[in-house]
């Protein structure tokens, strides 16, 4: 067998669920884990399962090899001579789109270990997770002007408000890569780590957001969602409305049981129900 049909015949995705965390592993490493359609699907059948186990308290997403994600497989895109032009907005209402929905949407905390270079819409899924660590080798790239396209997968959404206007226009239209480095820095992401203990860095994240208040945790990511739209009114509504709901949660009566006592507090055994 060859490599190239050794490594057509392995899942796009790989799922591994221990200690409350769900790793979902991008495995096209032979093509730097570029997005096709079965690695679409299967990374939004990843966070699906997440939502719908309740085994799974967070979400580690990664990738195989030596990048974490390419962008769009970009393979078999070359075009003929009058040949018809895709819908690339269909596609990305079929794909794309949906998957970032529900990963700004999952109601469990995502921790992103971008391990290598990550560029378009590799780049901007690890954008849209909750916690993004990368190693310091990673780059970061907004290649879409580079192939005569705009920002997608959120793109356009999460860098103006993660680095501010004027940063952002220069990575879009320039499309010159950011090191994790700067990209920490500049407020983009996280932290950048030594390559060495990246994994070891984001599985300690994610376990620890794993034995955590899985319910407040969702409730934070709604609030942080909807702030950005919202006037300063509206978000003290929800912050009111967001509270009456953990307060009524067995995890904030855990919360302030093991305050009292003197002890960490045990969210996952669900000793607030004993």
Not at 103 to 114: F, H, Q, S, T
Not at 250 to 268: H, I, S, T
Request: glycine letters at 10%; a neutral charge; one cysteine or more.
């Amino acid at each position: 067998m060859t490599a190239e049909a050794d490594a057509s015949s392995q899942p796009a995705l790989i799922e591994k669920l221990e200690a409350g965390v769900l790793t979902l592993t991008l495995n096209r490493p032979e093509r730097l884990n570029a997005l096709n359609t079965a690695l679409i699907e299967g990374l939004a059948a990843g966070i699906k399962r997440a939502a719908a186990e309740p085994g799974c308290r967070a979400v580690l997403i990664t990738g195989a090899g030596r990048g974490f994600c390419a962008g769009a497989d970009l393979a078999n895109r070359a075009f003929a001579p009058g040949e018809a032009r895709p819908d690339l907005g269909q596609a990305l209402e079929r794909g794309i789109n949906p998957l970032i929905r529900a990963v700004r949407n999952l109601p469990k905390p995502i921790v992103c270990a971008v391990n290598g270079p990550a560029a378009g819409a590799g780049a901007n899924i690890a954008l849209a997770c909750d916690i993004v660590l990368a190693a310091k080798s990673a780059k970061f790239l907004q290649a879409f002007a580079r192939i005569g396209l705009i920002p997608d997968a959120g793109g356009s959404f999460f860098l103006p408000r993660l680095v501010g206007d004027a940063r952002a226009r220069a990575l879009i239209m320039l499309a010159e890569p950011i090191s994790a480095e700067d990209a920490a820095a500049w407020g983009m992401i996280y932290r950048a780590v030594d390559d060495e203990v990246l994994m070891g860095e984001a599985h300690t994240a994610a376990e620890r957001l794993a034995a955590g208040p899985t319910h407040a945790l969702g409730l934070i990511k709604r609030a942080l969602l909807a702030s950005p739209g919202n006037s300063l009114d509206a978000q003290l509504n929800l912050e009111r409305d967001l509270q009456r709901e953990a307060g009524a949660s067995d995890d904030y009566v855990e919360g302030v049981r093991a305050f009292l006592e003197k002890r960490p507090a045990d969210f996952m055994s669900k000793r607030a129900g004993a």
